[in-house]
């Protein structure tokens, strides 16, 4: 499975952007997506993920009610719609998915990683 993140930028603090992340090779052992963020001398964190069906999804409490994380099976693509964005959100935004039936939450549990797009955001 090959993971391509695109739609990373600089935006001013407020404003919006979307990333997108493409699967594919084999996109059947796909399950559930995630977006991960690393910001320079940092750890990647956790910001959102959806399972399969997208009925669930889960935020990271610092981007809860900003960003919404989506999904289309049928493009094999998962999406993180990012408003009212704030300087701390500037970071390396990294997809990731996973052959789990069961969402899970945490970064050792995802197989595939995209090779993240960079987002910058100005005070």
């Known amino acids: 499975v090959q993971l391509q993140a695109s739609g990373g930028g600089l935006v001013q603090a407020g404003g919006s952007l979307s990333v997108s992340c493409a699967a594919s090779g084999r996109t059947l052992l796909v399950y559930g997506m995630a977006w991960f963020r690393q910001a320079p001398g940092t750890e990647r964190e956790f910001v959102a993920a959806?399972?399969?069906?997208?009925?669930?999804?889960y935020y990271a409490d610092s981007v809860k009610g900003r960003f919404t994380i989506s999904r289309d099976n049928a493009k094999s693509t998962v999406y993180l719609q990012m408003n009212s964005l704030k300087p701390e959100d500037t970071a390396v935004y990294y997809c990731a998915a996973q052959s789990r039936v069961i969402l899970t939450l945490a970064r050792d549990e995802y197989e595939y990683w995209g090779q993240g797009t960079l987002v910058t955001v100005s005070s």
């Open positions: 959806i399972s399969w069906s997208g009925r669930s999804t």
